[in-house]
T-cell receptor
Framework: DAKTTQPPSMDCAEGRAANLPCNHS???????VYWYRQIHSQGPQYIIH???NNETNEMASLIITEDRKSSTLILPHATLRDTAVYYC?????????FGQGTRLTINP | GAGVSQSPRYKVAKRGQDVALRCDPI?????LFWYQQALGQGPEFLTY????????KSGLPSDRFFAERPEGSVSTLKIQRTQQEDSAVYLC???????????????FGEGSRLTVL
């Protein structure tokens, strides 16, 4: 099974880009990587997902390395409301497999 | 409704009681998933359905846990003879279709927080 490694916590200044890394060196060739975030007492919120190409939507950008062993989620202009736990989640046989995530704190 | 709806939001049960947690997925969504989230941990998979068919229940921790989706829409997670270790947030998610490409994203509800005394 794919396993992910994320830093337990990160800080970023408001207005700056937040870059959240994830290592998923054992991911299989057909397993997508999803990113979710969770604000206290709420359910996880979908952000973005990809297989091997970089992806961008209104929330974030996802950069996946060519060997697919790691990816980076980029929040281009972080706001205080982006403070949350961010999960890098491989999808294995239809199931999202969550790890511990990164607690991102946006500082004013 | 616009999103996945779960009820009750909070449930306190005495040890040994049976509980039922309800999930209303987004209308038209084919797939429905249940997850369990302990305090300070990431969500853990319990089971999932495609329409009314339960395709994977490998994450259910014991035979006290049972899930159903009889008409392919609303789902109920039932826990019999609750134990203290069952205390957690139970999350439901739905997706428009199976598969990992576009349309396969899971959208989660707010969860049902179960506390067993």
């Amino acid at each position: 099974d794919a396993k992910t490694t994320q830093p337990p916590s990160m800080d970023c200044a408001e207005g700056r880009a937040a870059n959240l890394p994830c290592n998923h060196s054992t991911i299989s060739g057909n397993e997508y990587v999803y990113w979710y975030r969770q604000i206290h007492s709420q359910g996880p919120q979908y952000i973005i997902h990809g297989l091997k190409n970089n992806e961008t939507n209104e929330m974030a950008s996802l950069i996946i390395t060519e060997d697919r062993k790691s990816s980076t989620l980029i929040l281009p202009h972080a706001t205080l409301r982006d403070t949350a736990v961010y999960y890098c989640v491989p999808r294995i046989a239809q199931k999202l497999v969550f790890g511990q995530g990164t607690r991102l704190t946006i500082n004013p | 409704g616009a999103g996945v709806s779960q009820s009750p939001r909070y449930k306190v049960a005495k040890r040994g009681q049976d509980v039922a947690l309800r999930c209303d997925p987004i209308s038209g969504h084919v797939s429905l998933f249940w997850y369990q989230q302990a305090l300070g941990q990431g969500p853990e998979f319990l089971t999932y359905f495609q329409n009314e068919a339960q395709l994977d229940k490998s994450g259910l921790p014991s035979d006290r846990f049972f899930a159903e989706r009889p008409e392919g829409s609303v789902s109920t997670l039932k826990i019999q003879r609750t134990q203290q270790e069952d205390s957690a947030v139970y999350l439901c998610a739905s997706s428009l279709r199976m598969g990992q490409g576009r349309g396969g994203e899971l959208f989660f509800g707010e969860g049902s927080r179960l506390t067993v005394l």
